[in-house]
């Protein structure tokens, strides 16, 4: 345990305030799930599996596991083994996975986002993508 | 990567060990933590909240009384008074888990209500909590009618809900109300106001959209009907 896991300690907990702070204010973004896939090119396998079981502990709504736990308990795997069997460029691979990981979790659980609310789903791409490089970036720096 | 000392890699096993034991058998540490993390509702509206909820009560009785008297059945009393454990944290769906479950006589399709004004219904129900699928849910259908003269409408849930299928013919106004219809809700349950009208892109319809007197992310406790 170092300076370096606790900040993404930290940067799992920012994440879930400030996605919940923006969805009180009817503004949808996945942000956890971004800093997840963001971490996921940065620590090791077992530093992946704690931040993911850590987020899906706090989002985890209800005494069942639901299609979306699966989902967010999955994408941060598959991009760290992406990361391992790919060898991409981290910064570069880091966000090309939370725009992969963001159309895998609409496609999945509200396709029909894509067509009637555009502009919902590129807000949260941005948004998404913003946060996660903002994290891979100030992570990236301390692990130097 | 550097490899981690063999105690580092414990700690973290004992970590993800003790996560997981929380999220499978103690679930209800993540809602409170939750909470913590989430913004607090405003107090302040409270009474605002009351006061707007109360008058779409009183919208709704007079409907209610003016058209549809004769075919109102007995008021249910056997609501149960549920706490909002947690909310659906992302965006794709808008439920809410309630403290009352099968153990407490909650059966799916049951009308949850706030300040007397239906929130949602039942769709899940667990030993001692039920999920509340509320009608800023995009999956929430509902037959309702609107205002004094009784016109038919399906209420489609979403961020912005809507009331659809209504006839050409009605005669809407801004501020009627708008009540439930369904089977397994009370009848004459009020739901919210016309907010505005518009003709469907077919032109076969009328459509209006809602305005409610509440905001969902205030609820702490719903009556749930048993």
Aim: proline share 5%; charged share 15%.
């Amino acid at each position: 345990m170092n300076i370096r896991f606790i900040a993404a300690v930290f940067a799992v907990f920012l994440a879930c305030v400030l996605q919940f702070w923006f969805a009180s204010l009817g503004i949808a973004v996945n942000l956890i799930l971004a800093a997840l896939i963001a971490l996921a090119f940065l620590f090791g396998i077992w530093e992946v599996v704690f931040f993911t079981v850590l987020a899906l502990f706090i989002i985890n709504w209800q005494p069942a596991f639901g299609e979306e736990i699966v989902l967010f308990g999955v994408l941060p795997l598959a991009a760290y083994a992406s990361h391992r069997l790919f060898s991409w460029e981290a910064w570069a691979g880091s966000l090309v996975a939370i725009a992969a990981g963001l159309v895998i979790t609409y496609g999945a659980l509200e396709p029909e986002i894509f067509f009637a609310r555009p502009g919902a789903f590129l807000l949260d791409l941005i948004g998404s993508l913003l946060f996660g490089a903002a994290v891979f970036a100030v992570l990236n720096r301390r692990g130097r | 990567m550097s490899r981690k000392p063999e105690s580092e890699k414990w700690i973290l096993a004992g970590l993800i060990a003790f996560v997981a034991v929380l999220m499978v058998f103690l679930p209800s540490y993540g809602w409170h933590l939750r909470d913590y993390l989430s913004p607090q509702s405003h107090a302040s509206s409270a009474d605002d909240v009351s006061l707007k909820a109360q008058n779409e009560v009183l919208l709704a009785d007079l409907a209610k009384l003016q058209a549809v008297t004769a075919e109102l059945p007995a008021k249910p009393s056997n609501y149960i008074r549920a706490m909002v454990f947690s909310r659906y944290p992302l965006n794709f769906k808008n439920q809410m888990l309630v403290d009352a479950g099968a153990n407490q006589g909650v059966k799916v399709g049951a009308a949850a209500v706030f300040q007397g004004v239906l929130v949602g219904r039942v769709t899940t129900v667990f030993g001692d909590s039920a999920l509340v699928t509320t009608v800023f849910d995009t999956s929430f259908k509902m037959p309702v009618r609107i205002g004094s003269h009784g016109y038919d409408g399906l209420l489609a849930g979403g961020p912005y809900p809507s009331i659809n299928s209504i006839s050409k013919d009605a005669l809407l106004a801004p501020g009627d109300i708008v009540y439930a219809a369904a089977e397994g809700v009370p009848y004459g349950l009020p739901v919210g106001q016309i907010d505005a009208t518009s003709t469907s892109p077919d032109s076969l319809f009328e459509n209006a959209a809602l305005n409610f007197a509440y905001d969902a992310n205030d609820i702490q406790t719903v009556f749930v009907a048993q």
